[in-house]
């Protein structure tokens, strides 16, 4: 069966990343640990903001995130398209909601951060609007493979969309920074001057470390859960139609 | 029926498809199919439904890629000219594309002029009985008039390739029979026809393609 | 190849002429669309003379939206995608024409509309003819792409809404600028960046849209 190929790579995938996940698991707990001691214990306040700083740890990271994921899914996209990869198919897909989920953080604890320092729960400052279109530019993402029914065509179509999206994003960015810098009211003031401290510096990369591998952690989850979906499906679509056989399915020999 | 003698754009040349295998959302629909198809000559794909018949003329189309395998047009991998093979053939599919809104012979004018053939409008409407109709809005035509009106892009614009699927739906007797004449007329110029079809249209030392197996092969 | 790109153009033209509905109905939702705000923030003429091209902008941009799922899914239902798919033109310039004409009998009939309904919103007079060339400028890029998400979403039961979740952050930029250029120009400032950044849009636009909606189309005749 010249179809084989197919399947093969996934088998091995759940293979590997099996033997990968306690490691990035435990890498995760102890970065987001310690990352959260020295965050919130051990880093100095801030002169101005006081305690409210301490947001910072979740919320930098975050942010950070969910960029890194968006350019992941567009880079497992663009394979996707090219090479024809179904694991790229597989990241691009789970890979979306975890996206959302950080820019979600991002947004909501921008939001609670902003109550103190700002006074108002929302202002329209320029990264909180980027990263509140990028929210919706995965929500259009996530909507887009669950209307259709079948997954290979889905994963076309969220890879032209991924990529349309990453070609956009630094062009919304430019606008949005653009329209900012008219609208601004000079009170809000910017966050963090050019230096930071290094004491709060390493636990912002600590937390940005173990944000990481969460996000790996929770990927090789969502991919191997969509694996044996599909393996599912594909055994379903075998008991209906017995000349039909799957692509996706049992393990090559 | 006669068709006017023609200058090929494309001359017929042989046709073939070496190990084609069809997958459709996680289903593999036919795998390891093979066929060749000499000028003059006809395919009649036959199976029960589900087996691939339609999925096998868009992947011949060019509308579905093959998942693996090739096609060949003279020998040539076709794969490397999707253009050139575009213009060689037609496709009649299920639906019909014809526009409420235009009327019969805007509706054909607009296909021939997209191919360059302008000329031949009138007579291929006139080859399926559509002339007095061709003022009528698309809104108004019956399916079998609009069947017809797709067909009728066979007469007009000349292409060595006719892929057809169940072309004979919606149909009358007598429009079978007009379908059948330009299909023969059609193969004596050295065409090709590939067609799905509960009837036969006496496709004239045609061999058929029986896709019912599970992969299928053929020795046409 | 060039005798089909306008065949095609002009079809899509004759199509939307004789049905008449798009470009009337595009601008009467743009209309009633923008009369709302009146009804909405109050008659005061300073108020809506502050927030007429954000409003004049919004209103064009979701009109221009509202007509996008057409774009494809009649050639799609009835098999024209098919053929123009196996026709001598290459999709993308099928798609690019298909664009054409849908400007052509949408975003032309908001410009054509957008000055006597910024009068209606108390514009400062200065903006007017900002306004018509940012217009002008910036709603082929609108078309161009919201064919992208007309594309994807052509063979999608009930694609509309989806269709505007995908399409309304991307317009995000033309908005920005469109305002921007009438704004400077009412505050006595060139406006002159914003209308080139408009014009680099759709041009940009003009080149890449198509590429990614003919790709979208091929996979959904798949």
């Known amino acids: ?253 | 029926m006669t068709l006017p003698a023609l200058d090929w754009t494309t001359p017929p040349a042989p046709f073939a498809g070496r190990s084609l295998t069809c997958i459709r959302g996680d289903r593999l629909v036919f795998s390891d199919l093979s066929f060749s198809l000499e000028p003059g000559r006809a395919l009649l794909l036959q199976g029960p439904n589900g087996t691939g018949k339609s999925s096998l003329l868009r992947l011949l189309a060019g509308l579905l890629p093959p998942a693996a395998g090739d096609l060949l047009w003279a020998n040539a991998p076709v794969r490397a000219t999707q253009e050139d093979h575009r213009a060689r053939l037609h496709y009649v599919g299920h639906l019909d594309a014809v526009k409420p809104a235009l009327t019969a012979r805007e509706n054909l004018a607009f296909w021939a002029g997209m191919a360059g053939e302008a000329a031949r409008v009138d007579a291929a409407l006139d080859t399926f009985a559509l002339g007095h109709l061709a003022d009528i809005p698309g809104r108004f035509l019956s399916a079998g008039q609009k069947r017809r009106l797709n067909l009728a892009r066979l007469a007009a614009i000349p292409a060595p390739l006719w892929l057809l699927d169940e072309p004979s739906v919606s149909l009358d007797v007598e429009a079978v029979a007009l379908l059948a004449g330009l299909i023969a007329a059609h193969g004596s110029r050295g065409g090709m026809v590939i067609a799905a079809s509960h009837v036969d249209f006496g496709l004239a030392g045609g061999a058929t393609l029986d896709l019912g197996g599970f992969a299928a092969t053929v020795a046409a | 190849m060039l005798a089909a790109f306008f065949r095609l153009f002009g079809r899509d033209v004759r199509l939307a002429l004789r049905q008449g509905s798009a470009g009337t109905s595009t601008v009467v939702f743009f209309v009633l669309a923008v009369t709302l705000f009146p009804l909405g923030v109050g008659p005061e003429t300073a108020v809506l003379a502050r927030i007429a091209s954000g409003v004049l902008w919004v209103a064009a941009l979701l009109a221009a939206m509202l007509s996008l799922d057409r774009l494809f899914q009649a050639d799609y239902e009835d098999g024209s995608l098919d053929l123009l798919a196996l026709g001598p033109l290459p999709l993308e310039l099928a798609v690019l024409a298909k664009t054409a004409a849908h400007w052509a009998t949408t975003g032309l009939p908001l410009i054509i509309a957008s000055p006597i309904l910024a009068v209606l919103m108390q514009l400062d007079g200065a903006g007017y003819l900002t306004l018509v060339a940012a217009m002008a400028l910036g709603t082929p890029a609108l078309s161009l792409i919201g064919g992208i998400g007309a594309a994807l979403t052509v063979g999608i039961r009930r694609g509309g809404v989806l269709l505007s979740l995908l399409v309304l952050p991307l317009y995000i930029p033309v908005l920005i600028f469109g305002v921007g250029a009438v704004e400077a120009s009412i505050d006595g400032l060139t406006q002159r960046p914003q209308l080139l950044i408009l014009a680099a849009l759709s041009l940009a636009a003009a080149v890449l849209a198509p590429l990614a909606a003919a790709a979208a189309l091929r996979l959904n005749l798949e």
């Open chain 1, 1 to 253: 069966m010249t179809t084989m190929h197919r399947f093969a790579n996934p088998a091995r995938f759940v293979r590997v990343s099996s033997a990968v996940l306690p490691w990035v698991t435990a890498l995760a707990v102890l970065c987001i640990g310690s990352g959260l001691y020295f965050g919130l214990f051990s880093s100095p306040v801030d002169y101005q903001q006081r305690d409210t700083v301490r947001i910072m740890y979740v919320h930098v990271p975050s942010a950070w995130m969910s960029m890194f994921v968006y350019s992941g899914m567009a880079l497992a996209s663009a394979i996707s398209l090219v090479w024809k990869h179904p694991l790229a198919d597989l990241a691009a897909k789970a890979s979306a909601p975890l996206g959302a989920g950080f820019t979600l953080v991002a947004l909501v604890s921008g939001a609670l951060w902003g109550q103190p320092t700002w006074g108002t729960w929302w202002v329209w400052d320029a990264r909180l609007t980027s990263v509140l279109i990028l929210f919706f530019l995965y929500l259009g993402y996530i909507a887009l493979w669950e209307a259709f029914d079948d997954p290979q065509r889905a994963a076309k179509a969220a890879a032209i969309l991924a990529l349309v999206g990453a070609v956009n994003i630094p062009i919304i960015k430019f606008s949005v920074d653009w329209w900012n810098t008219l609208h601004q009211p000079a009170s809000v003031m910017t966050l963090s001057g050019p230096s930071i401290h290094i004491s709060m510096l390493i636990p912002l990369l600590l937390m940005a470390l173990g944000f990481t591998f969460y996000y790996v952690a929770v990927l090789i989850l969502r991919i191997q859960r969509e694996i044996v979906a599909r393996k599912i499906r594909a055994l379903r679509l075998m008991q209906t139609e017995p000349a039909a056989t799957p692509v996706f399915g049992v393990p090559a020999q």
